[in-house]
T-cell receptor
Framework: QKEVEQDPGPLSVPEGAIVSLNCTYS??????FMWYRQYSRKGPELLMY????GNKEDGRFTAQVDKSSKYISLFIRDSQPSDSATYLC????????????FGKGTLLTVNP | DTEVTQTPKHLVMGMTNKKSLKCEQH?????MYWYKQKAKKPPELMFV???????INESVPSRFSPECPNSSLLNLHLHALQPEDSALYLC??????????????FGQGTRLTVV
């Protein structure tokens, strides 16, 4: 079993839809959780990071962490064609200062 | 300025060539990273520098040689690469204050093709 599982998609939605992206993990040592957005042929861009279980909101984006279920989510409200990208979840062990463990990434297309 | 700048953006090199990738940041970050990303795969960590000292080497072949000349610059020297080394090479940086570094900023990458 991989440490971090993420459905690679592809996921295609109409403009204005609510998008739900998810990752599960197996190692309870993961303490910090991040979502990156990566446009084609570009570097990953940090969208959000969370530590505690619960929700964190930033504009149209909401990150959700459920440590008891080892499950994290990213919700995008009012999705736009400019949101079309690959979304990567990433995690760090509490004991490791540097090493990000990434999910495979989900390719999202928002159709106008 | 939250930018990590990588040069060149694209590089084609032969298997006998020597080339270098460069990365620069002016955010005062003291941790700098090299990642390798193959198509449709997540980034894979190669090296981490902390305060200009090599902290992590993820068992990377010696044909890849990192260098951190100062706190703002990170280089990756390439020699005798193989075609399977073709990938997007990403540089990243983060604060390094002894606490978990959650906010790693990535550059746009160098797309390397080995012929």
């Amino acid at each position: 079993q991989k440490e971090v599982e993420q459905d690679p998609g592809p996921l295609s939605v109409p403009e204005g839809a609510i998008v739900s992206l998810n990752c599960t993990y197996s190692n309870s040592a993961f303490q910090y959780f991040m979502w990156y957005r990566q446009y084609s042929r570009k570097g990953p861009e940090l969208l959000m990071y969370t530590y505690s279980s619960g929700n964190k909101e930033d504009g149209r984006f909401t990150a959700q962490v459920d440590k008891s279920s080892k499950y994290i989510s990213l919700f995008i409200r009012d999705s736009q064609p400019s949101d079309s990208a690959t979304y990567l979840c990433a995690m760090i062990h509490g004991g490791s200062n540097y090493k990000l463990t990434f999910g495979k990434g989900t390719l999202l297309t928002v159709n106008p | 300025d939250t930018e990590v700048t990588q040069t060149p953006k694209h590089l084609v090199m032969g298997m006998t060539n020597k080339k270098s990738l460069k990365c620069e940041q002016h955010m005062g970050h003291r941790a700098m990273y090299w990642y390798k990303q193959k198509a449709k795969k997540p980034p894979e960590l190669m090296f981490v520098y902390s305060y200009e000292k090599l902290s992590i080497n993820e068992s990377v072949p010696s044909r890849f040689s990192p260098e951190c000349p100062n706190s703002s610059l990170l280089n990756l020297h390439l020699h005798a690469l193989q075609p399977e080394d073709s990938a997007l090479y990403l540089c990243a940086s983060s604060q390094d204050n002894g606490v978990v570094n959650t906010e790693a900023f990535f550059g746009q990458g160098t797309r390397l093709t080995v012929v």
